[in-house]
């Protein structure tokens, strides 16, 4: 977790410090593709650990609990479903973001 931050604070600085900015020297244009980059980036990201932390929680239940394996199915699919449209809604953002350059 405190790489993602640093990476973060690193990615922050870059875009915001005036003497690296792109809107200076390309104009505001410029920093859309790379916006939409970083937004299905994160998104994905933040969903393929979501993932990860649902599955990882529904294996250790059923570990603890195998006649319960049957009823965590529906919430299971149901939470990776929502988890999953959610990425989406971010890959939709970011197409439409790119298309306006």
Do not use: C
Not at 54 to 63: K, L, T
């Amino acid at each position: 977790m405190r790489t993602v931050s640093f990476f973060l604070a690193m990615l922050t600085t870059i875009l915001v410090s005036p003497g690296l900015s792109l809107a200076e020297t390309a104009g505001a244009a410029a920093n859309i593709p790379l916006g939409a980059g970083i937004a299905i980036g994160i998104g994905a990201l933040g969903g393929a650990l979501g993932q990860g932390k649902v599955v990882s929680a529904i294996a250790d239940a059923i570990g603890r609990n195998p006649s319960a394996a049957g009823k965590m199915n529906v919430p299971l699919f149901v939470g990776l479903a929502l988890i999953e449209s959610l990425v989406i809604l971010a890959f939709v953002v970011a197409y439409g973001l790119a298309g306006k350059v």
